[in-house]
Nanobody, 119 residues
Framework: QVQLVESGGGLVQAGGSLRLSCAAS????????MGWLRQAPGKERELVAA????????FYAGSVKGRFTISRDSANNTGSLQMVSLRPEDTAVYYC????????????WGQGPQVTVSS
């Protein structure tokens, strides 16, 4: 059974930092893309960052570029999202996900920790 287990969410003041981690088990993610999606109340889910598991190439949404950094550790089968200069508008549930068929329907999802940024 494949599992993505996240950790690291919480409450932080604006301007602060948080690091989310995603521990994967049950398979390796070669040929997959791992990403972080977020969903705020009343808003659509959005992909904020993604990383190709094999090449390490990355994607960032414009709203987080320069503030968020996605990485993966292939040896330990983990991914992470370092978030700095957090803003109240970054408040959302953040999901780790992995896919090899695009982001409309990723195959694997984490549980989605809450990130709350207070002003």
């Amino acid at each position: 059974q494949v599992q993505l287990v996240e950790s690291g969410g919480g409450l932080v003041q604006a301007g602060g930092s948080l690091r989310l981690s995603c521990a994967a088990s049950g398979r390796t993610f070669s040929s997959y893309v791992m990403g972080w999606l977020r969903q705020a109340p009343g808003k659509e889910r959005e992909l904020v960052a993604a990383i190709n598991w094999d090449s390490g190439s990355t994607f960032y949404a414009g709203s987080v570029k320069g503030r968020f950094t996605i990485s993966r550790d292939s040896a330990n089968n983990t991914g992470s999202l370092q978030m700095v200069s957090l803003r109240p508008e970054d408040t959302a549930v953040y999901y780790c996900a992995a896919t090899n068929r695009g982001w409309s329907h990723p195959q694997y999802w984490g549980q989605g920790p809450q990130v709350t940024v207070s002003s």
